[in-house]
């Protein structure tokens, strides 16, 4: 039975972290898209380093407020692998919180330029575009989700207890 409980409660975190990043996507849409862009949401992408249900919560999420907002087939399939492989890379260096932020920065400033390009026709450079959307992932993911970690951290015990790795 405790199993069980563990898998509800991973879901239930998985499914919390999918909503509240659809709501922050959506409230902030305005800034959230195209090649300048400031995803709040993507703040969220240091969850992993707390619990392994943030991986799945941050796909989903990211998959669901690409394709509510109108985003383009290709930015709904390639946007939420970035958010994916950014997940899995924060979950793999949860030891090291500080480092925790890397990967979803390199895998959104990797990916998403291809995605600018191919799917909406953007005619900036492929180093440039990685270069516009790197800052904004270094503001959201750098700046606001290390002040969320440490902000969290004080908290995991209460936050994170039956959820945590």
């Not at 380093?49 to 907002?69: E, H, M, Q, R, V």
């Not at 902000?151 to 207890?161: E, G, M, S, V």
């Amino acid at each position: 039975m405790e199993n069980q409980n563990r898998h509800l409660y991973l879901m239930v975190y998985g499914a919390a972290i999918a909503a509240i990043y659809v709501a922050l996507t959506m409230s902030f849409s305005a800034i959230s898209f195209g090649p300048v862009q400031f995803r709040i949401s993507e703040a969220l992408c240091i969850l992993p380093f707390f619990t392994p249900a943030a991986i799945p919560g941050l796909f989903i999420g990211c998959f669901l407020s690409n394709l509510l907002c109108g985003a383009a087939v290709m930015d709904v399939v390639f946007g939420s692998i970035a958010t994916l492989i950014g997940a899995v890379g924060s979950y793999c260096l949860r030891h090291n919180k500080w480092l925790v932020c890397v990967p979803p920065i390199l895998a959104n400033a990797i990916i998403v330029p291809w995605v600018l390009r191919y799917a909406y026709g953007s005619t900036d450079l492929i180093p440039v575009a990685m270069v516009t959307v790197g800052i904004g992932e270094i503001l959201a993911i750098g700046v606001l989700g290390n002040l969320l970690l440490v902000t969290l951290d004080r908290y995991k015990q209460f936050i994170f207890k039956k959820a945590a790795a």
